[in-house]
């Protein structure tokens, strides 16, 4: 059975972001998520969901500048102690909220910046925010936006493949895979997707045609 929740910041929007939270009840949702918490301070926003018998289910942590067309940090290089403190701040509102999963944007990529030296930060930043995440018991997800709502972003499949050699898989071995669709005209199939991508499972290499979405989890990687 499929089970919605509520994006607050796409819905609703003819009411003030924290009359949101009734207008979901109302209308019978159980979950809700929005892109950002900060601007309140999150007793606030948990009681909100208290009262209204909701759960948080996904935010953002935080972009970097938004109203300066920062999209994330994670595979910024020379940005990592803001990303790190970032990466906390967020696990706390996870934590105050009982909301069990952060999503980690990556960034838009910059110009004159080789490709290798941003990939290599992304799943360095990844692996950290992993690590942490996991101890506060909490799962990191990453999400393939498509370039026509976010231009350049930097996890769109054709700018930045997730690294095939098997000594950078197993840095990400503690990760689970889980497909998702991107916007396309076309139907998802292995012949019109726009990469592979080479993952290696806690069990076993495996090879996927498919965009990713990926779910950073406490699992302990195989050897």
């Not at 071995?173 to 139907?187: E, G, N, Q, V």
Request: glycine residues 4%; positive net charge.
């Amino acid at each position: 059975m499929l089970r919605f929740a509520a994006n607050l910041s796409m819905m609703f929007t003819e009411y003030p972001f924290l009359d949101r939270f009734s207008a979901a009840a109302t209308d019978r949702f159980q979950a809700v998520e929005y892109l950002f918490p900060y601007d309140y301070p999150a007793s606030d926003l948990a009681s909100r969901l208290k009262n209204h018998g909701l759960r948080q289910v996904l935010f953002n942590a935080p972009p970097g500048c938004w109203d300066a067309g920062e999209r994330g940090l994670a595979c910024l290089p020379g940005r990592e102690p803001e990303f790190r403190a970032e990466i906390q701040r967020a696990l706390e509102y996870a934590h105050g909220l009982e909301c069990p999963r952060v999503h980690v944007m990556a960034g838009v990529i910059p110009t004159g910046i080789d490709r290798s030296a941003l990939r290599d930060t992304y799943v360095t930043n990844l692996a950290w925010a992993a690590e942490l995440a996991s101890t506060a018991g909490k799962d990191i997800l990453i999400e393939p936006i498509n370039p026509r709502d976010m231009p350049g972003y930097a996890s769109t499949a054709r700018m930045m493949p997730m690294p095939s050699s098997r000594r950078s898989a197993r840095r990400i071995s503690r990760y689970k895979w889980i497909f998702t669709t991107a916007r396309s005209s076309k139907a998802m199939s292995p012949q019109n997707c726009e990469s592979t991508f080479t993952i290696r499972s806690t069990a076993a290499l495996a090879t996927s045609r498919l965009p990713v979405c990926l779910i950073a989890t406490s699992q302990t990687p195989a050897n």
